[in-house]
């Protein structure tokens, strides 16, 4: 009875329209999709790619979710029908050749047209992830050219200069006018080397220091650092799901405070 069942189905889905013309919809669900290591060639760091769109027959449009962690970038190249693409999570560079360095962030959406020659990555001290869109030709969405050496990517990015010239830093703007050698410490010590280390990302560094001062109930350092993680690449679902796990090892009542604190830092724009 059950294989009369199944193979009934069968038919009917066979015979389906939708189907048979090729226009069901696909849903590929969150979590599903495979993540590849960019091949080392085309790359200079750790690239993973996870591929949301592969085109099939008249198709060309290919997209695809790409992670640099810091320092990681493309090699030279270009596409000849060119590309599209939206930073999801960190801060990254771009640079088309005889162009100067630009540094971009979450939200921000390149288009870059086809044939000209660029790179695209994370900054040195941050993640970045992109959706890259491209138009596939013949079966090519990329020509491939020279890696990006550590004195063409190291230049400070054109956006960045005028920026940091604006703000003084963080440990200025917080302790500066009643501690000043505290604030030198904050900043040449604890930004400057501890969280520049190579050793662990950013990122890591702030799962980790969120992780700590959730579990020690410090909810006016956890504010910033909750802020400054989501500029280190965390997603906000990210952090829920630190916050949640920590409930069973650090204490419902300290989770509880944490994710006020993250409603608020959530509810900012950010910087
Ligand atoms: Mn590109």
Same mark, same amino acid.
């Given at each position: 009875?059950?294989?009369?069942?199944?193979?009934?189905?069968?038919?009917?889905?066979?015979?389906?329209?939708?189907?048979? *013309?090729? #226009? +069901?919809?696909?849903?590929?669900? %969150?979590?599903?999709?495979?993540?590849?290591?960019?091949? !080392? $060639?085309?790359?200079?760091?750790?690239?993973?790619?996870?591929?949301?769109?592969?085109?099939?027959?008249?198709?060309?449009?290919?997209?695809?979710?790409?992670?640099?962690?810091?320092?990681?970038?493309?090699?030279?190249?270009?596409?000849?029908?060119?590309?599209?693409?939206?930073?999801?999570?960190?801060?990254?560079?771009?640079?088309?050749?005889?162009?100067?360095?630009?540094?971009?962030?979450?939200?921000?959406?390149?288009?870059?047209?086809?044939?000209?020659?660029?790179?695209?990555?994370?900054?040195?001290?941050?993640?970045?992830?992109?959706? *890259?869109? #491209? +138009?596939?030709?013949?079966?090519? %969405?990329?020509?491939?050219?020279?890696?990006?050496?550590? !004195? $063409?990517?190291?230049?400070?990015?054109?956006?960045?200069?005028?920026?940091?010239?604006?703000?003084?830093?963080?440990?200025?703007?917080?302790?500066?006018?009643?501690?000043?050698?505290?604030?030198?410490?904050?900043?040449?010590?604890?930004?400057?080397?501890?969280?520049?280390?190579?050793?662990?990302?950013?990122?890591?560094?702030?799962?980790?220091t969120v992780s700590a001062l959730t579990a020690m109930y410090r909810p006016e350092q956890l504010?910033?650092h909750l802020?400054?993680?989501?500029?280190?690449?965390?997603?906000?679902?990210?952090?829920?799901?630190?916050?949640?796990?920590?409930?069973?090892?650090?204490?419902?009542?300290?989770?509880?405070?944490a994710?006020?604190?993250?409603?608020?830092?959530?509810?900012?724009?950010?910087?």
């Amino acid at each position: 009875m059950k294989s009369i069942v199944t193979a009934a189905a069968m038919a009917l889905s066979v015979l389906d329209p939708a189907v048979a *013309a090729g #226009t +069901e919809l696909q849903i590929s669900r %969150a979590g599903s999709r495979a993540a590849y290591i960019a091949p !080392e $060639q085309n790359f200079t760091g750790k690239v993973s790619v996870e591929m949301l769109q592969t085109p099939s027959g008249e198709e060309r449009a290919s997209a695809g979710s790409v992670s640099f962690t810091p320092g990681a970038r493309t090699a030279w190249h270009s596409h000849p029908l060119g590309q599209t693409l939206i930073v999801t999570a960190g801060i990254g560079r771009i640079q088309r050749w005889g162009g100067p360095v630009e540094e971009i962030r979450v939200g921000d959406v390149v288009h870059i047209p086809p044939h000209v020659k660029h790179w695209h990555g994370a900054a040195p001290d941050s993640a970045m992830t992109h959706i *890259a869109i #491209t +138009e596939m030709l013949n079966g090519s %969405a990329a020509d491939w050219m020279e890696q990006v050496p550590e !004195e $063409q990517y190291r230049v400070a990015p054109a956006t960045v200069v005028k920026a940091a010239g604006a703000q003084p830093s963080q440990g200025q703007t917080l302790f500066g006018d009643i501690a000043p050698k505290f604030a030198q410490l904050t900043d040449e010590v604890l930004f400057g080397d501890v969280w520049a280390r190579p050793g662990l990302s950013r990122r890591d560094r702030s799962l980790a220091t969120v992780s700590a001062l959730t579990a020690m109930y410090r909810p006016e350092q956890l504010k910033g650092h909750l802020a400054l993680a989501r500029q280190n690449g965390l997603s906000e679902a990210e952090l829920v799901e630190v916050l949640t796990h920590l409930a069973f090892y650090a204490g419902w009542p300290n989770t509880v405070t944490a994710i006020g604190v993250a409603r608020d830092v959530f509810s900012q724009p950010k910087p």
